[in-house]
């Protein structure tokens, strides 16, 4: 009887399987654009393993899609159940902002269903033209971030127009996407929502404007550039630098006109 008993409960554990942990509703699961997000799915009895799991992603179709065979995540989605069987759980790293939707964990007998919300960058800032003043030979930082430091946006570009003419095209001196940039160029700070562009020795080609961008946003600073009067340039008559208002009299020395260039 008691040999009846047991086998009556191994084959009704065989046959029950997996039932999936938590409730059976909606389950919102917000997510930051270039971090990563866990589904989490898995059996309540952990010893048990479903036959089949599956999961797929509808963004407002008619239809639901598997997502490992979506193009659109390859290489960034991760499972757990080859290690822990009844660990039905999806990992997506390096989110983007159109990962958003509905995804659904689903074995042969029930399933679990998610929204997941990536939230993007959206710029500080982003309304105002911050002007931005430095003499040639200096370094500066232009400063864009995303208000939330924790999303890192998929893409960064930073561009340059002259204001030589009123008409020069917005030029790319950063693109994170190609990680290009020229010499002078670059990021304060690799991998993250801060998205400053440091621009070092400046020379007075550097006057203009720049624009900070990223999917669904824009800023732009205007920087300019003025020259500082060395010793040199007492000695040339260029028109475009303004006169000292303190001019060094003929009876100062070399070292003397150097250490006022430096505390000015
Ligand atoms: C499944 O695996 C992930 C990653 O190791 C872990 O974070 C999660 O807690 C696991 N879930 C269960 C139910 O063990």
Redesign the pocket.
């Known amino acids: 009887m008691m040999e009846c008993l047991y086998l009556l409960l191994v084959v009704f554990h065989f046959t029950a399987g997996c039932s999936l942990s938590g409730e059976q509703t909606l389950k919102l699961v917000t997510g930051h654009t270039g971090s990563s997000v866990?589904l989490?799915c898995?059996c309540t009895d952990l010893q048990t393993k479903p036959q089949r799991v599956t999961w797929k992603i509808n963004r407002g179709e008619r239809e639901w899609t598997e997502v490992f065979s979506a193009d659109q995540y390859r290489d960034r989605l991760h499972q757990?159940n080859e290690d822990?069987p009844a660990?039905l759980?999806l990992?997506i790293s390096d989110l983007r902002e159109e990962d958003d939707g509905d995804y659904r964990c689903e074995t042969e007998k029930e399933s679990r269903d998610f929204w997941l919300y990536v939230k993007g960058c959206d710029l500080a800032n982003s309304e105002e033209i911050e002007e931005v003043t430095r003499f040639s030979g200096e370094s500066v930082v232009l400063l864009c971030s995303c208000t939330d430091l924790q999303t890192k946006p998929n893409t960064v570009k930073w561009e340059f127009s002259s204001d030589k003419s009123e008409t020069s095209p917005y030029v790319e001196i950063y693109s994170a996407q190609t990680g290009q940039h020229r010499d002078r160029f670059r990021l304060t700070n690799k991998n993250s929502g801060n998205l400053s562009l440091l621009i070092s020795d400046l020379t007075e080609e550097d006057q203009g404007d720049y624009s900070c961008s990223v999917q669904r946003d824009r800023k732009y600073i205007r920087l300019h550039v003025k020259v500082r009067e060395t010793p040199t340039h007492l000695w040339t008559t260029d028109p475009t630098t303004t006169p000292s208002e303190d001019p060094p009299t003929t009876e100062t020395t070399e070292s003397e006109r150097i250490m006022m260039c430096v505390a000015r």
């Open positions: 866990l989490p898995s757990f822990s660990n759980s990992l």
